[in-house]
Nanobody, 124 residues
Framework: QVQLVESGGGLVQAGDSLRLSCTASPGRVFRMYAMGWFRQAPGKEREFVAGLTWGSTTSEYAASVKGRFTISRDNAKNMVFLQMNNLRPEDTAVYYC????????????????WGQGTQVTVSS
């Protein structure tokens, strides 16, 4: 069982930056898993945002965030991050951290574990 806890959400203005963090436990399991970020806006389905393999060798991004968002991880600290730059009002959503045995399962939206989510609101 992997527990994921997100933090770092908040209210920002368009053009601002925000960094989300996700802490995973237990660490010995986290280091074996691909990690990802998803988001769900009001009235919309949850969608894939970014994913990263356990060794940080391969990353994937949704087209809507490519070039603005960066996913990274620190396996020593059992953490994964989502750096979000040049935020737009359409980025407003609850952001979820997720873990999966394979990056493909993250990309397909079928990870093994989910966090509880953190709200990001971008005002225009």
């Amino acid at each position: 069982q992997v527990q994921l806890v997100e933090s770092g959400g908040g209210l920002v203005q368009a053009g601002d930056s925000l960094r989300l963090s996700c802490t995973a436990s237990p660490g010995r399991v986290f280091r074996m898993y691909a990690m990802g970020w998803f988001r769900q806006a009001p009235g919309k389905e949850r969608e894939f945002v970014a994913g990263l393999t356990w060794g940080s060798t391969t990353s994937e991004y949704a087209a809507s965030v490519k070039g603005r968002f960066t996913i990274s991880r620190d396996n020593a600290k059992n953490m994964v991050f989502l750096q979000m730059n040049n935020l737009r009002p359409e980025d407003t959503a609850v952001y979820y951290c997720a873990a999966a045995e394979y990056l493909s399962r993250v990309y397909e939206g079928t990870p093994d574990y989910w966090g509880q989510g953190t709200q990001v609101t971008v005002s225009s």
